[in-house]
């Protein structure tokens, strides 16, 4: 069965830099979620998009900004990147339309800040 | 606020010995529960859930949790551990029908089974 599947996932980045991570949703899933994972840290939420809207906002920072795009994926866009960036980023979807928030988890894009 | 709470940071165990990880979750309406795993350097993998119905719930690989709702406990068990369960477990929840179903995890428990 086909997965969440997540691109790139390894991300080198310098302070300062942007970065764009992209998350393809498992195929008629309708939303999609962000998650931060810090080194040793539970996963927190950060954004999430419903039918290409946003949906719910989490601790994402102001210098963080997502989409979700026509053909259902989604990408976010992280900017003037800090060392504390570094994180394992998952995204995750869901077929919320049928009232299920079972989110199934993509591998995750490991990015390291330095 | 919502939370949850994980009782224990890291447990070791030896195979073949019983696992129970304990879970509370902070909320006061009907919530939606889950349990993850995350292998090392995995993503995290679905071990059950509970939406409604029987509070006992089985999920893969011989796990089961129990919801007591007077309690906000959903503890995980297993009967018998195996090296292989060598992992991490993230207990989470989401609010059934309020937000718009974003979970809420867990610290975690890392699990280590010594062969």
């Known amino acids: 069965a086909a997965g969440v599947i997540q691109s790139p996932r390894h991300l080198i980045k310098e302070k300062r830099e942007t970065a764009t991570l992209k998350c393809y949703p498992i195929?008629?899933?309708?939303?999609v979620y962000w998650y931060q994972q810090g080194p040793g840290q539970d996963p927190q939420f950060l954004i999430s998009?419903?039918?290409?809207?946003?949906?719910d906002k989490g601790s994402i920072p102001d210098r963080f900004s997502a989409q979700q795009f026509s053909d259902y994926h989604s990408e976010l866009n992280m900017s003037s990147l800090e060392l504390g960036d570094s994180a394992l980023y998952f995204c995750a979807s869901s077929l919320r339309r049928t009232g299920s928030d079972e989110q199934f988890f993509g591998p995750g894009t490991r990015l390291t800040v330095l | 606020a919502q939370s949850v709470s994980q009782h224990n940071h890291h447990v070791i165990l030896s195979e073949a010995a019983s696992l129970e990880l304990g879970c509370n979750y902070s909320?006061?309406?009907?919530?939606?529960l889950f349990w993850y795993v995350q292998y090392p350097g995995q993503h995290l993998q679905l071990l059950l859930k509970?939406?409604?119905?029987?509070?006992l719930v089985k999920g893969i690989k011989g796990f089961e949790a129990e919801f007591i709702k007077s309690k906000f406990s959903f503890n995980l068990r297993k009967p018998s551990v195996q090296w292989s369960d060598t992992a991490e477990y993230f207990c989470a929840f989401s609010n059934y029908g309020g937000s718009q179903g974003n979970l809420i995890f867990g610290k975690g428990t890392k699990l280590s089974v010594k062969p």
């Open positions: 909320y006061g309406g009907t919530v939606n």
């Open positions: 509970y939406f409604s119905g029987d509070p």
């Open positions: 195929p008629r899933h309708d939303t």
């Open positions: 998009f419903y039918e290409k809207m946003q949906s």
